[in-house]
């Protein structure tokens, strides 16, 4: 009699926490599925041992599953055989995304997943990056980074990152999830956030100035905007601009805090800069 492959253990170095609660699961996967359009494809970050895999694959007719961890494709491939799923064995940091949805025949990509917590920054830089492509991300975090990412201006939580996505998409966070919903049980509790591409939601026409802006002053984020964006007085001044010119035209008080300023202000800061001269 042929045995069933043993579950693989979980891996603490690929932020290997499963997922076991049904009803989280199907939520999920019924969230980041909807409004399928015909030529989107529908991508998962990390399907582990298959616990989101499964119901996933009841909502599309075709699912692209990127995991890191050898031993977990194996699993997979002897345990998930359904002609709906294409599995690849790679590091969805190194995946080139444009090239997968050439490959796949779609214009624009869905992205699911429970995502392991140390790559979820460099994964949502990522998809930053490739707002014109990934129409949707439904994407389960550790809760004190979903709260970052909808944090209003003035607070703490309000950060680089909440900027940066704020640019280029509407993010909300759909629920909360215990500890206790995951093997093994991490410390942290988990939110499942959605964020919806729309790369020009606030518009900027230069986004290298705007990034460089932003990262200026989250760079001292204590610091006010008169220190903390000295970085930019080189290009002020090749433009004739001071920083309190560009201040009193951008409308902005020069004495606030990275946190303070709004998208649409970093927003004008940038036009203010690129316009002048
Ligand atoms: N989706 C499964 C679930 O919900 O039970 C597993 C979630 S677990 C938090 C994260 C999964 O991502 C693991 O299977 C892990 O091996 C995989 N992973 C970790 N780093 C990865 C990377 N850079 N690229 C692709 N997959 C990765």
Do not use: W
Request: net charge neutral; hydrophobic share 45%; proline share 5%.
């Amino acid at each position: 009699m042929s045995q069933k492959p043993s579950l693989p253990r979980a891996r603490k170095r690929f932020g290997q926490h499963f997922l076991v609660d049904t009803q989280v699961l199907e939520a999920i996967a019924a969230l980041g599925t909807k409004d399928q359009a015909e030529n989107d494809r529908v991508i998962e970050i990390g399907p582990g041992r298959g616990a989101l895999t499964r119901p996933l694959l009841s909502h599309v007719d075709r699912l692209v599953a990127i995991e890191i961890d050898r031993d977990l494709v194996a699993y997979l491939r002897e345990n998930l055989t359904d002609h709906k799923l294409h599995l690849i064995e790679g590091d969805v940091l190194s995946v080139d995304l444009d090239a997968l949805a050439a490959d796949e025949g779609a214009s624009r990509l869905l992205v699911v997943g429970n995502l392991p917590y140390n790559i979820s920054a460099p994964v949502l830089f990522k998809l930053r990056d490739h707002a014109h492509l990934v129409r949707r991300a439904v994407l389960t975090l550790q809760r004190e980074v979903a709260e970052r990412l909808v944090a209003a201006p003035g607070g703490r939580k309000y950060s680089l990152v909440t900027v940066l996505l704020g640019q280029c998409a509407h993010v909300e966070i759909h629920q909360t999830i215990p500890p206790g919903a995951f093997r093994p049980v991490p410390k942290v509790e988990s939110a499942v956030l959605e964020i919806r591409f729309e790369p020009q939601r606030v518009a900027v026409q230069n986004m290298v100035l705007f990034e460089r802006v932003v990262r200026a002053a989250f760079s001292l984020r204590r610091k006010m905007l008169r220190n903390s964006l000295q970085p930019l007085t080189d290009t002020l001044k090749a433009r004739g601009l001071s920083l309190e010119d560009m201040a009193a035209e951008a409308q902005i008080d020069l004495t606030q805090r990275a946190e303070n300023l709004s998208v649409d202000q970093y927003a004008t800061l940038t036009r203010v800069i690129d316009t002048a001269g």
